[in-house]
T-cell receptor, first 111, second 110 residues
Framework: SQTIHQWPATLVQPVGSPLSLECTVEGTSNPNLYWYRQAAGRGLQLLFYSVGIGQISSEVPQNLSASRPQDRQFILSSKKLLLSDSGFYLC??????????FGQGTRLTVV | GQQVMQIPQYQHVQEGEDFTTYCNSSTTLSNIQWYKQRPGGHPVFLIQLVKSGEVKKQKRLTFQFGEAKKNSSLHITATQTTDVGTYFCAGPMGTYKYIFGTGTRLKVLA
C-alpha cells in the first residue's frame, strides 16, 4: 500500500536560518507531488507541485523553493526564513485527478 | 485568479443539530473533492463527486455537486462530537493543480 512520510513533525527555526523539509512517498510510481502551507486556523495554500523528476511549478513567488531529485522525493527549502514563513506545511501526492493523500505535516515556527 | 470559497467560515452547533457547508468555485470544475481535517491533524479524503447534480451519502453525511459544476455542499445530519474539525472542498484547476476551499471549521457542543 502507499504511504507518505514527512519530517520533521515540528521545527523551531530562527529568522534568517535555512530550511529543508523532506517528503517521500512509497508504494507508487510517478506520483504528482504537492506542498501546501496552512496558517493557523486558515485554509490550505498551494505552494508548489511537481508532475515528474526535476519538474516544479511554483504557485506563490516567495523565498521558498522546491525540488524533486527523485521520483518519490519532494523537498521544500529556503535559504533565509522570514517570520511570515511560520505555518503548517503539508506534503501530498495524487495519481492524476484522484484523491490527495497528505503527510502528517510539519509545524514550523520561525522565531 | 481561480478561487474556491466556502461558507460559513465557522459553525458552532449543539450535538444532534444538522450542519451544512457550501463551496463555490469561480470556474467550472471537472470534479470536486471533500476533506476533513481534525484539530492538529492533516486533511483526510472523504469523497469525490464528478457528475453534474450528483448526490452521494456516507452515513450521516450527504454531498452534492451543483448542476453547473461550480458549487457543492456537505450536509451532516445529527452532528456528533466526532464530527469536529475543518471541512474543505477542493477542485482541480487545470490538469494537476488542486485548489482547496477556505474551509469551514465545525465545533460541536455536547
Amino acid at each position: 500500500s502507499q504511504t507518505i512520510h514527512q519530517w520533521p513533525a515540528t521545527l523551531v527555526q530562527p529568522v534568517g536560518s535555512p530550511l529543508s523539509l523532506e517528503c517521500t512517498v512509497e508504494g507508487t510510481s510517478n506520483p504528482n507531488l504537492y506542498w501546501y502551507r496552512q496558517a493557523a486556523g486558515r485554509g490550505l495554500q498551494l505552494l508548489f507541485y511537481s508532475v515528474g523528476i526535476g519538474q516544479i511549478s511554483s504557485e506563490v513567488p516567495q523565498n521558498l523553493s522546491a525540488s524533486r531529485p527523485q521520483d518519490r522525493q519532494f523537498i521544500l527549502s529556503s535559504k533565509k526564513l522570514l517570520l511570515s514563513d511560520s505555518g503548517f506545511y503539508l506534503c501530498a501526492w495524487t495519481e492524476g485527478n484522484t484523491e490527495a493523500f497528505f503527510g502528517q505535516g510539519t509545524r514550523l515556527t520561525v522565531v | 485568479g481561480q478561487q474556491v470559497m466556502q461558507i460559513p467560515q465557522y459553525q458552532h452547533v449543539q450535538e444532534g443539530e444538522d450542519f451544512t457547508t457550501y463551496c463555490n468555485s469561480s470556474t467550472t470544475l471537472s470534479n470536486i473533492q471533500w476533506y476533513k481535517q481534525r484539530p492538529g491533524g492533516h486533511p483526510v479524503f472523504l469523497i469525490q463527486l464528478v457528475k453534474s447534480g450528483e448526490v452521494k451519502k456516507q452515513k450521516r453525511l450527504t454531498f452534492q455537486f451543483g448542476e453547473a459544476k461550480k458549487n457543492s455542499s456537505l450536509h451532516i445530519t445529527a452532528t456528533q462530537t466526532t464530527d469536529v474539525g475543518t471541512y474543505f472542498c477542493a477542485g482541480p484547476m487545470g490538469t494537476y493543480k488542486y485548489i482547496f476551499g477556505t474551509g469551514t471549521r465545525l465545533k460541536v457542543l455536547a
